[in-house]
């Protein structure tokens, strides 16, 4: 008797220690829970730990300070995904700028963009000479509050045009106030990226500030990704805001999905396929969820694929833009 008990423990832990080995704990590093990044990964933590059953996947997301804290919490093991800023994957990947200079981040790897963080330029109409983001030389304009992300894009987009803030009056405010120095007439205009439709731009209009959104030309936005690859065209529909009856072509940035390059191939797939395969699931978790599509799915990628999310969109039959596909990739072929 003593003996059968002492075989089933043995039985017993055998079991329960292989069902501890096999569950697959997915931390995901987002931003402070009253933005976007929190809630969408929460939600895909959600959809992981529903759809992947079978595999013992539990996903939750962990709010953090963003970006710039999440590469740290990757390459400290602490979180195995995270929600990414492209310009601070870029800058992150290839050890340049900010607060990565002279560090680069190589084993850093794209799952796929999530949502468009979309430039908005505006301009008080009375400044405007092309209609492009270059009639901003010689203006007072707000490049975003100090050390903030919009600081760090807008340089780069300005550097892109051959400008620097020499070549501006500097503000640095934070978006509700750029629109209401723009109304009092004490700045020309200001940099506000963010999902369409931005609310201080529709305020904007709404309380007859005569100011536009510049576009960008083909040719600036060519000039912008030689620096960091990670813009890509954005059309914002004519009637968007009020007064603007025509089509802004602008440029976004994704926010995208990132892990490292030790992630299990398998693991990967099967989250990039969870994702794509369950698409009306997917846009329940919030709106600006709803632009995660296959077609848009590698735009504006900063680094190369995982392999498991590269398998994936292979499968998909997406076309792989070369400087996407992971070295992991060519090695395999050798």
């Known amino acids: 008797?003593?003996?059968?008990?002492?075989?089933?423990?043995?039985?017993?832990?055998?079991?329960?220690?292989?069902?501890?080995?096999?569950?697959?704990?997915?931390?995901?590093?987002?931003?402070?829970?009253?933005?976007?990044?929190?809630?969408?990964?929460?939600?895909?933590?959600?959809?992981?730990?529903?759809?992947?059953?079978?595999?013992?996947?539990?996903?939750?997301?962990?709010?953090?300070?963003?970006?710039?804290?999440?590469?740290?919490?990757?390459?400290?093991?602490?979180?195995?995904?995270?929600?990414?800023?492209?310009?601070?994957?870029?800058?992150?990947?290839?050890?340049?700028?900010?607060?990565?200079?002279?560090?680069?981040?190589?084993?850093?790897?794209?799952?796929?963009?999530?949502?468009?963080?979309?430039?908005?330029?505006?301009?008080?109409?009375?400044?405007?000479?092309?209609?492009?983001?270059?009639?901003?030389?010689?203006?007072?304009?707000?490049?975003?509050?100090?050390?903030?992300?919009?600081?760090?894009?807008?340089?780069?987009i300005m550097e892109g045009l051959g400008l620097t803030k020499k070549d501006i009056t500097p503000e640095y405010l934070g978006y509700d106030d750029t629109i209401s120095a723009m109304r009092d007439g004490r700045l020309d205009g200001g940099s506000l990226p963010a999902g369409v439709p931005v609310s201080s731009i529709m305020d904007m209009a709404a309380s007859g500030v005569k100011a536009s959104v510049l576009d960008v030309t083909d040719e600036q936005l060519d000039s912008i990704n030689s620096i960091f690859n990670t813009w890509f065209r954005f059309v914002i529909p004519a009637g968007t805001y009020t007064g603007i009856d025509k089509e802004i072509n602008t440029i976004a940035q994704p926010n995208f999905l990132a892990t490292t390059a030790e992630m299990d191939a398998d693991l990967v797939y099967k989250l990039t396929k969870a994702i794509y395969e369950n698409l009306d699931k997917v846009h329940q978790i919030h709106n600006s969820a709803t632009e995660i599509q296959l077609e848009s799915a590698l735009n504006g990628l900063p680094t190369p694929l995982h392999i498991g999310a590269y398998k994936y969109f292979v499968e998909a039959g997406l076309d792989i833009p070369e400087h996407l596909v992971p070295p992991e990739a060519a090695e395999g072929q050798q």
């Open 1 to 156: 008797m003593k003996k059968s008990l002492i075989l089933f423990l043995v039985a017993l832990t055998l079991v329960l220690s292989g069902c501890i080995e096999r569950r697959e704990f997915i931390t995901i590093a987002t931003a402070s829970a009253g933005g976007t990044y929190y809630p969408i990964g929460v939600g895909l933590g959600n959809l992981w730990t529903e759809i992947l059953v079978e595999d013992n996947v539990k996903g939750t997301g962990q709010s953090s300070a963003g970006s710039v804290e999440n590469i740290q919490l990757l390459k400290n093991e602490e979180a195995k995904v995270a929600i990414l800023q492209g310009l601070i994957g870029a800058q992150a990947y290839e050890g340049r700028g900010g607060n990565f200079e002279g560090r680069p981040y190589k084993d850093l790897r794209s799952i796929s963009m999530l949502w468009s963080n979309v430039e908005h330029f505006v301009l008080m109409d009375k400044e405007i000479d092309t209609g492009t983001i270059s009639d901003i030389d010689g203006k007072s304009f707000s490049v975003g509050p100090q050390a903030s992300g919009t600081e760090q894009s807008t340089i780069v």
